[in-house]
């Protein structure tokens, strides 16, 4: 029997929402075991004061929950 846990993940890139979703996959990884599913919830851009553009992708992830 398997358990597995959801949470949610926000990944920010000043090139573009794949590549935020990207980053946050890569952390996630280094730290959670057994990754399963990476499901896009919601896509941001943030504006500085100065016009520069952070994009935001949060990301609903499930992983092997270990006892």
Do not use: C, N, P
């Not at 090139?15 to 896009?40: H, I, M």
């Amino acid at each position: 029997m398997s358990v597995y846990r959801v949470t949610d993940l926000i990944g920010t890139s000043t090139q573009s929402w794949e590549d935020a979703a990207a980053a946050a996959l890569k952390v996630a990884g280094g730290t959670l075991r057994d990754l399963r599913v990476a499901e896009v919830v919601a896509q941001d851009i943030h504006l500085d004061e100065s016009g520069g553009l952070t994009f935001r992708t949060k990301l609903r992830v499930s992983f092997k929950y270990e006892q």
